[in-house]
């Protein structure tokens, strides 16, 4: 049996690599398994799935899988560059102006829910495949979560393989859940914890953060 992680930099920061235990690891220790941790820097919803894809072949029947949803509006966009060896053209001009850039972001910041929702009916077969052709346990959670239990009560996004972290207040996300209760790298910054300038405004969790985190992992798969 072996507990397979996807998912941001809240899954896996390399920043933090040498001190913090992430809640892979601490799921795995407490179920007593191994695990490999695909967790990465800035990955998108597209990128994790991409990954999990990638490692069908390894996952056996069994095995555990948990994905990490990160923010909807984190897409991966494949700029034109005229300086590759691939593209066969010439184009004229692959700049895109102020307007243009502005239009992108308001519809990544108007539309969260909606590419949140298309993020997980993206994955959601692939979750379904890995149970049903594979018999592995799947399991998912969201940075932030706040939207979807507001817009989506009845949705088949809260079914049984969804995590639940019982302490948090749903009207806020998991994000904010953990700054307000001082489960953060900025905490540990403020605290003298960390010295580091860089982590002083840092909001990924700290290891109170992952401990927290890894609780609701184990107590939903358990």
Same mark, same amino acid.
């Given at each position: @049996? #072996?507990?397979?992680?996807?998912?941001?930099?809240?899954?896996?920061?390399?920043?933090?690599?040498? +001190?913090?235990?992430?809640?892979?690891?601490?799921?795995?220790?407490?179920? #007593?398994?191994?695990?490999?941790?695909?967790?990465?820097?800035?990955?998108?919803?597209?990128?994790?799935?991409?990954?999990?894809?990638?490692?069908?072949?390894?996952?056996?029947?069994?095995?555990?899988?948990?994905?990490?949803?990160?923010?909807?509006?984190?897409?991966?966009?494949?700029?034109?560059?005229?300086?590759?060896?691939?593209?066969?053209?010439?184009?004229?001009?692959?700049?895109?102006?102020?307007? &243009?850039?502005?239009?992108?972001?308001?519809?990544?910041?108007?539309?969260?829910?909606? $590419?949140?929702?298309?993020? +997980?009916?993206?994955?959601?077969?692939? +979750?379904?495949?890995?149970?049903?052709?594979?018999?592995?346990?799947?399991?998912?959670?969201?940075? =932030?979560? =706040?939207?979807?239990?507001?817009?989506?009560?009845? =949705?088949? @996004? $809260?079914?049984?393989?969804?995590?639940? @972290?019982?302490?948090?207040?749903?009207?806020?996300?998991?994000?904010?859940?953990?700054?307000?209760?001082? @489960?953060?790298?900025? &905490?540990?910054?403020?605290?003298?914890?960390?010295?580091?300038?860089?982590?002083?405004?840092?909001?990924?969790?700290?290891?109170?953060?992952?401990?927290?985190?890894?609780?609701?992992?184990?107590?939903?798969? #358990?």
């Amino acid at each position: @049996m #072996k507990l397979f992680a996807y998912g941001c930099s809240w899954t896996y920061y390399l920043a933090t690599k040498d +001190f913090i235990k992430f809640w892979p690891e601490l799921v795995a220790k407490e179920l #007593k398994i191994n695990f490999i941790n695909n967790g990465y820097n800035g990955f998108s919803n597209f990128e994790s799935t991409n990954r999990l894809i990638k490692d069908l072949h390894l996952i056996q029947q069994n095995d555990i899988v948990v994905f990490q949803f990160t923010f909807p509006n984190r897409l991966k966009v494949n700029y034109l560059d005229d300086d590759k060896w691939y593209y066969n053209f010439k184009l004229e001009n692959n700049n895109y102006n102020k307007e &243009d850039y502005l239009l992108w972001l308001d519809f990544v910041n108007n539309f969260n829910l909606e $590419l949140l929702l298309k993020d +997980f009916y993206n994955t959601k077969p692939l +979750f379904e495949h890995i149970e049903k052709n594979i018999g592995a346990k799947v399991r998912y959670w969201f940075s =932030s979560c =706040s939207e979807i239990l507001t817009y989506n009560k009845n =949705s088949d @996004m $809260l079914n049984d393989n969804f995590i639940i @972290m019982e302490n948090i207040d749903y009207s806020i996300n998991l994000i904010e859940y953990l700054e307000k209760n001082n @489960m953060t790298l900025s &905490d540990d910054f403020k605290n003298g914890v960390l010295k580091d300038e860089n982590f002083k405004y840092d909001k990924h969790p700290n290891q109170d953060g992952h401990n927290f985190i890894a609780k609701y992992v184990v107590e939903s798969l #358990k």
